[in-house]
């Protein structure tokens, strides 16, 4: 059964409105991967809400609150590209979550959606299949990748892109990094590395860092954000993966303890099977009410 179907159970399934109702609640929000303190903190604010507007649409209630949060720190859409100049984005993340797909999905959107030429830079240099598959990717979307061989320099595969991308008046530099990071030190040498290349080379390009995470994975992902967001300032998360089998809490606990905001949803293997996300849409399927 779907987390959503769990959570609209639940409501339909109610007798009476007291506190153990409410340490329920608690109990399921967890489990649809929301940090124990959030869970916590959403059923307090829900009662309170629920009691000063006299209401008792607990569902309706609940997914109003989770897109307030996710809109919260959805602030600025740093997604859109309708009239940017040179950009340079870096994608980062672990092993497995999808980073490769994400970059050339990405490269996809802004030249379908925005007309926008694009860069793909194979800086995940640590593994060969990496490289592979990111040039794989450039010939189906007839797009150029740099790259070096492997055990080469991270950051000199972004120079090259970069310098390729200004010659050639290419608009977006996507950079896919290796998610092979063992330690916080070396994670943040490498892309404190990157960074200089990007402000040296590119000037006053804006320049985005985004986090994938992949949506199956619960808990993890939120240690995942709270990492990468210490090492380095994160202008916010990719979630891939997204599917029926995705639970989603996190993301709310993600916006609520860390203020990232999530820009792009993935939702299958597919180039075009990205979107911008949806604050309102998200909170909905959450809640079963989408």
Do not use: W
């Amino acid at each position: 059964m779907k987390f959503s179907e769990k959570l609209k159970n639940f409501f339909s399934g109610k007798n009476a409105v007291n506190d153990e109702l409410y340490d329920d609640l608690c109990d399921l929000l967890i489990e649809g991967d929301f940090g124990p303190a959030h869970a916590y903190k959403m059923t307090e604010v829900l009662k309170e809400r629920c009691k000063k507007e006299k209401t008792d649409d607990f569902l309706q209630k609940l997914c109003q609150l989770l897109e307030e949060e996710l809109l919260k720190a959805n602030t600025a859409q740093t997604g859109n590209f309708e009239n940017e100049d040179f950009t340079a984005i870096l994608i980062l993340g672990v092993n497995g979550v999808g980073k490769t797909t994400t970059a050339a999905k990405l490269s996809h959107f802004y030249n379908t959606r925005y007309n926008k030429k694009t860069i793909l830079a194979a800086a995940d240099t640590f593994r060969a299949a990496a490289i592979d598959q990111l040039k794989i990717h450039g010939e189906k979307l007839n797009t150029r990748v740099i790259a070096h061989k492997q055990g080469g320099d991270p950051a000199a595969v972004v120079y090259d892109a970069l310098e390729a991308a200004i010659s050639a008046d290419v608009d977006i530099v996507i950079a896919d990094t290796a998610g092979r990071m063992h330690t916080k030190t070396a994670l943040v040498e490498e892309l404190r590395k990157i960074d200089r290349v990007v402000e040296s080379k590119a000037g006053s390009a804006k320049y985005l860092k985004y986090l994938v995470l992949d949506a199956t994975t619960g808990r993890n992902a939120f240690t995942q954000a709270e990492v990468f967001n210490s090492a380095v300032k994160l202008d916010g998360i990719i979630l891939t993966k997204y599917d029926s089998t995705a639970k989603g809490g996190v993301v709310f606990s993600i916006a609520s303890e860390l203020q990232l905001p999530v820009i792009y949803l993935c939702t299958g293997e597919k180039y075009t099977d990205i979107e911008y996300f949806d604050p309102k849409k998200f909170a909905g399927r959450f809640a079963g009410i989408e």
